[in-house]
């Protein structure tokens, strides 16, 4: 991981996803593996004092830039989405762990939620060229979806909305039962209720007969997780989720995991219940 | 499989993305070491890499990689050498890379440049020695807070640990503990909540796990001790000794995230208690690290000099909340948390200066610590060391320039050594007569 003082290029609002920011970051752009993030530091002063974790939305190694897509959440969220053209930005990246694609996949389902979109960006760009790529993409409304056209030409995009105003209504776990059978690989990355209900289709598949559509794909699927961060190196502890193998740092061992081995709770990420 | 050499090579030359990934696939999949190495060494990213720095051994999933390590280890194998003279950087990435998966034993020197020429560091030739606890002299005032460091391996990617003047792991109890519900984190004005929980694994692994690592880092290490009764603390400490890099304990008695993690902090014949079990166990220095939830800090830390305290740390976080007002209910997982960073720094530069003036032994000062000037205020304070910690969250280089910073200090202000700022703000000493 680098310590990197970045160069914002440009900014664009996207609908009511945030702002993308372009940023010229070489030395992270060279290792940067969709899945990671970097932690970008809001300002340059200790107030507000915690660095925000974005995954990358795009990488671009022979130009040497990263895009990020940035929710104005909180005064540090603000301060990041407020940069403009020119602006430094320090970050710290790449950090976390990557999707891994299978060398044998030919169909690759991708599924967004919400600003999940970012990470799947990245490998639809970046598998397109290689294999069949479908995009399932949910969002409350249409202002939340990545705009297709920013999507490479070649990769299949499937829509679902809450309100309706775009593609199939309901969530993208609505939408995925036709294409799981036609899926080799998943990959996923969204709020927590979404990867919780791919979770229970998972789990449903690992009770089914091996006839079961999909069932492969789902037991092999990916997900990337959030969880309130603190200093993204591994020393804090504060962001950890359950896993089969007992607590894992979303900042280390994640923020992708196997799906099958993500604890859930009622739709959140299942917690440590000890006080002790 | 020598389809898969033919079809990189000629395919896309220079389509970088995806190496380690399938790499580590590969080997998963029992693939020969040497096609491995060349897959490696034709792929851009690894060059890249190799040029500007080693990627982050911990992204890739853990059981590719040790399987992948399994592979490396596997007797039976040679290292590859055709053809490979000019290219040994590369040659030698994936190994080590897999290697450096176990925490345990990973130690990069973060700023090679920084090692190999020692003398040109800014702190060197500048006294910035001091007696951080009795009996444990440091190079340099500068030491990181429990709980912000991890076990120091973490951050010795992106800085040389080995400058610090020593760092204070994460505390250790007996046992593993797997630590607080979510969320453990909260952002406040200049601060942040915590209520982690004391996770870690427990005393004997980190000294399995740590020792060798400390060692290899150069840096000396103190140790975090938490407990839940005397008995507790012993045995960590009981754990530990012997252990070469550790330099001294700091007794954590004022933990606010675990049930009865204050008691101890709070009372002072208990915390007198414990300080003399842990002196009775060990020949180093015991330093007891002071919580400002105490209805009188400088009454426990005046029990714990009489116990035998070699040095106190102050201070431990001020407990706090933070309400979800849309949830309607606090944001930790415990309610209450920790509060650290800038916004205690005051109440930490006070009861350093109180506590200062209340004992004879050495003070680190400890509590929203970002910059030279926040270190100077707690030396002058009294403190004879300071704890970096909240900072390094925003700032990793934070403590080093700390570093940095107090060696111009001394050397701008004429002074022979950062000793002779220690407590000049505090009141004239009383004459005896008086």
Do not use: M, Q, W, Y
């Given at each position: 991981m680098i310590l990197e003082t970045a160069r914002v290029l440009s900014t664009s609002g996207i609908g009511q996803l945030g702002t993308v920011l372009r940023i010229a970051a070489p030395e992270i752009a060279v290792q940067a593996r969709a899945g990671q993030f970097a932690h970008v530091r809001?300002?340059?002063?200790?107030?507000?004092?915690l660095r925000r974790p974005y995954s990358f939305n795009r990488i671009d190694r022979r130009a040497g830039e990263i895009e990020l897509i940035v929710k104005p959440l909180g005064s540090g969220g603000e301060w990041i989405a407020s940069r403009r053209e020119g602006d430094g930005l320090d970050l710290l990246g790449p950090l976390g762990s990557a999707f891994v694609i299978h060398r044998g996949t030919r169909n690759l389902l991708l599924v967004a939620g919400g600003t999940g979109i970012a990470p799947m960006r990245v490998l639809a760009e970046q598998e397109a060229p290689r294999r069949n790529v479908t995009l399932l993409m949910g969002g409350r409304s249409v202002a939340h979806l990545w705009p297709s056209d920013l999507l490479p030409p070649s990769v299949e995009y499937v829509t679902t909305t809450e309100d309706g105003s775009f593609g199939v209504r309901g969530r993208v776990t609505d939408a995925i039962g036709p294409l799981l059978g036609w899926a080799d690989q998943l990959c996923a990355c969204g709020p927590w209720p979404m990867l919780a209900a791919l979770g229970r289709l998972r789990d449903a598949a690992d009770r089914a007969a091996s006839t079961y559509p999909g069932r492969a794909t789902l037991l092999d699927t990916q997900i990337a997780v959030e969880q309130h961060m603190g200093c993204a190196m591994g020393v804090c502890r504060a962001c950890v989720v359950v896993t089969a193998h007992g607590n894992a740092r979303v900042c280390r061992e994640g923020p992708v995991f196997p799906l099958g081995e993500v604890a859930f709770d009622e739709g959140e990420p299942a917690t440590v219940g000890v006080i002790a | 499989m020598p389809w898969r050499r033919a079809r990189r090579k000629v395919e896309?030359?220079?389509?970088?993305?995806r190496s380690i990934e399938e790499s580590l696939e590969e080997a998963a999949e029992g693939e020969e070491e040497e096609d491995l190495v060349e897959l490696a060494e034709l792929d851009g990213a690894t060059i890249a890499e190799a040029a500007t720095g080693e990627p982050d051994p911990d992204r890739e999933p853990s059981d590719l990689a040790i399987k992948l390590q399994n592979a490396l280890d596997a007797p039976h194998r040679e290292p590859p050498r055709r053809g490979l003279e000019s290219e040994a950087p590369h040659r030698g990435r994936l190994p080590q890379s897999a290697a450096s998966v176990?925490?345990?034993?990973?130690?990069?020197?973060?700023?090679p440049s920084e090692s190999a020429h020692a003398a040109a560091l800014p702190e060197t030739g500048v006294d910035l020695e001091v007696e951080a606890a009795r009996g444990l002299r440091l190079k340099n005032p500068v030491l990181t807070a429990s709980g912000t460091f991890g076990q120091g391996v973490e951050y010795a990617e992106l800085i040389d640990v080995s400058r610090l003047g020593a760092i204070v792991n994460k505390g250790t109890t007996p046992a593993a503990r797997p630590g607080n519900p979510q969320y453990r984190i909260a952002e406040t004005p200049s601060g942040i909540l915590n209520s982690?929980?004391?996770?870690?694994?427990?005393a004997t692994e980190v000294a399995r796990k740590y020792a060798k690592a400390w060692a290899d880092l150069g840096v000396s290490v103190i140790v975090n001790v938490a407990g839940y009764s005397v008995d507790d603390y012993v045995y960590v400490v009981h754990e530990l000794e012997g252990t070469p890099a550790v330099v001294a304990y700091e007794l954590n008695i004022s933990c606010p995230n675990v049930k009865g993690g204050m008691l101890f902090g709070c009372d002072p014949g208990l915390a007198a208690e414990v300080t003399r079990a842990v002196k009775a166990e060990t020949d180093l220095p015991v330093i007891v690290k002071l919580t400002?939830?105490?209805?009188?800090v400088v009454a426990v830390a005046r029990a714990c000099e009489e116990a035998g305290a070699d040095g106190l740390t102050a201070i431990n976080t001020v407990l706090g909340m933070r309400i979800d007002t849309k949830r309607r209910r606090p944001i930790l997982g415990t309610g209450s948390g920790g509060l650290s960073g800038p916004a205690i720094r005051p109440i930490a530069v006070h009861i350093t200066y109180q506590v200062a003036q209340a004992v004879a032994i050495p003070i680190i000062g400890a509590g929203g610590v970002t910059n030279t000037d926040d270190a100077l205020e707690f030396l002058m304070a009294g403190a004879s060391a300071v704890q970096v910690g909240t900072a390094t969250f925003a700032d990793p280089l934070a403590p080093i320039k700390v570093i940095e910073g107090l060696a111009a200090y001394v050397g701008g202000h004429g002074l022979a050594s950062i000793r002779d700022v220690i407590g000049v703000a505090l009141p004239p000493t009383p004459e005896p007569d008086d």
């Open positions: 809001p300002g340059l002063s200790f107030d507000p004092l | 896309r030359p220079v389509d970088v993305s176990r925490e345990t034993t990973r130690v990069k020197a973060a700023a982690i929980g004391l996770e870690n694994p427990g400002p939830n105490a209805p009188d």
